[in-house]
């Protein structure tokens, strides 16, 4: 066990309930601060649970090694292109600038493949603003995550994902080469990126899309014997 902290918004999505996982099993971090807006009553002591007001996000800000920003809804959940904004925009730079006044050390953010501030289609074009104005904020250590379509287990039921995951699991020897950023990923595997990526020691920001998240969650293991050391394969 180390004296990193980390604090994980976003902890009951599909990437950030793996993450959780993903950090407390590496014995890395003495402390997971969880900003949620209910309890989810985590049985491991070093998951501590703080239910929030997002709007007054300034009062359950925590001083922290690692921030990780797995924030994210939909048009339909949201019911507003609005309310959608709040959740993928207002809340994450918010957080990037507490952290940032927090002088914490890494900032890992999920966008997604093809985040563009100009681009014609709303989801995108929010997402490209979140990375467009998190470059104007000059963080000291900016991780961007990219993915494309996420598999994995959510809470709640999307038809569209469902079967677009499924098409994307029998196609995959499809998505190779040039194509291969395109193809679907794992949500333990962006989780898996995520933790990987705080781990190292390069400054600046860093984008990866589907095929290097892919490679960077592949690229190191937890050493079984040295569980608190991070090792290449």
């Known amino acids: 066990m180390t004296n990193k902290k ?27 601060h969880l900003l949620t807006r209910r309890a989810l009553k985590l ?20 001083k922290v090694t690692d921030v990780f920003i797995c924030l994210g809804t939909t048009i339909k959940k949201a019911k507003s292109k609005e309310a959608f904004r709040k959740v993928d925009y207002d809340y ?14 890494k900032i890992l953010v999920i966008t997604a493949m093809g985040a563009n501030s100009k681009s014609k289609f ?11 104005t998190l470059q104007h904020l000059a963080l000291n250590t900016v991780h961007i995550f990219r993915p494309s379509l996420l598999l994995g287990e959510r809470k709640e039921f999307r038809a569209g994902e469902k079967i677009s995951g499924l098409l994307s699991s029998f196609a995959k020897f499809v998505f190779v080469g040039p194509l291969r950023p395109y193809r679907a990923i794992e949500a333990n595997k962006v989780a898996a990126a995520m933790y990987v990526a705080a781990q190292t020691t390069a400054k600046g920001y860093h984008f990866y899309d589907s095929a290097e998240i892919e490679e960077l969650a592949q690229r190191v293991t937890i050493n079984s014997n040295h569980p608190d050391k991070i090792v290449k394969k």
């Open 92 to 105: 994450v730079i918010e957080a990037a600038r507490l952290a940032k006044t927090s002088n914490v050390e």
């Open 43 to 62: 049985a491991d002591p070093i998951c501590i649970e703080h239910v929030v007001d997002f709007d007054n996000l300034s009062k359950y800000f925590f």
């Open 122 to 132: 709303f989801y995108s074009r929010v997402k490209g603003d979140v990375e467009g």
């Open 6 to 32: 980390a604090l994980i918004l976003g902890a009951t999505g599909m990437v950030g309930t793996q993450l959780v996982k993903e950090l407390g099993k590496s014995k890395i971090y003495s402390e997971i």
